[in-house]
């Protein structure tokens, strides 16, 4: 990145944060600025006012494709913006064009975290300061050569006023051409967290086994000689004396 010869140390200002794109598509604008304006006033804004929003913006930033920082129309910073970057910007200077590099106090822009908070401060830019008022007037209006000649006297751009208007006028009519479309864009739903997981259903415990009941002991049987007979006795001795 070509920085400014002399403003070239990148700002310690705890608000800063470096440039990014953030690039829409023409229906994601076209949804913001409706939401945003539905934020803040409750209504949506009507056809003819969205679509000199939507043309102005997109003049701005290059239909959205190098849209910077969130912020829809070039914004300069302020003492109150908070979140601010820098960037190459070129301005018209006494009719005289001048490119401006970071980090010269000509490329400080006003940052916004995202495109919603960005639309938001763009609609409230243009609605509620006083320097605006007669500019905003054209808004509600619908009317885009008379929204830049106001932005013109107040000193929104250093373009002339011509070339301004024109680019404006052609992206209002643009808008209108294909406003079916570029109004039916929603955001994806965000997918549902799947639900917990079932808990396994418990396993009964098995019954323990009854035990097997033992034989009963059987008691030892004792075999008793017979008693001996004395005459048996004797008689066996006398046998055996005479043989």
Request: net charge neutral; glycine share 4%; with cysteine.
């Amino acid at each position: 990145m070509a920085l400014d010869p002399i403003y070239n140390t990148r700002p310690t200002d705890s608000l800063f944060v470096d440039c990014v794109v953030t690039p829409l598509t023409e229906s994601e604008a076209t949804y913001y600025l409706k939401t945003a304006w539905k934020n803040i006033y409750n209504v949506y804004p009507s056809l003819n006012s969205l679509a000199l929003l939507w043309a102005q913006s997109a003049g701005e930033t290059g239909r959205w494709k190098m849209l910077r920082n969130n912020n829809w129309g070039n914004i300069k910073r302020n003492n109150s913006s908070g979140l601010w970057t820098s960037y190459l910007a070129g301005e018209i200077i006494k009719g005289k064009y001048y490119t401006f590099y970071p980090y010269h106090l000509q490329t400080h822009f006003a940052a916004w975290a995202t495109p919603l908070e960005g639309a938001e401060s763009y609609i409230r830019f243009l609605s509620q300061r006083t320097r605006y008022q007669k500019a905003w007037v054209e808004v509600i209006a619908g009317d885009p050569v008379a929204y830049c000649r106001e932005l013109k006297a107040a000193g929104y751009f250093t373009d002339t006023l011509e070339h301004y208007t024109k680019g404006v006028v052609s992206l209002t009519n643009e808008f209108k051409k294909k406003s079916n479309v570029l109004m039916a864009w929603e955001p994806p739903l965000a997918p549902m967290p799947p639900p917990p997981p079932d808990e396994p259903e418990p396993i009964p415990e098995e019954p323990a086994p009854e035990p097997i009941p033992l034989p009963p002991k059987l008691k030892p049987t004792i075999v008793l000689e017979p008693k001996s007979n004395i005459f048996t006795v004797i008689l066996d001795f006398i046998r055996r004396l005479f043989n």
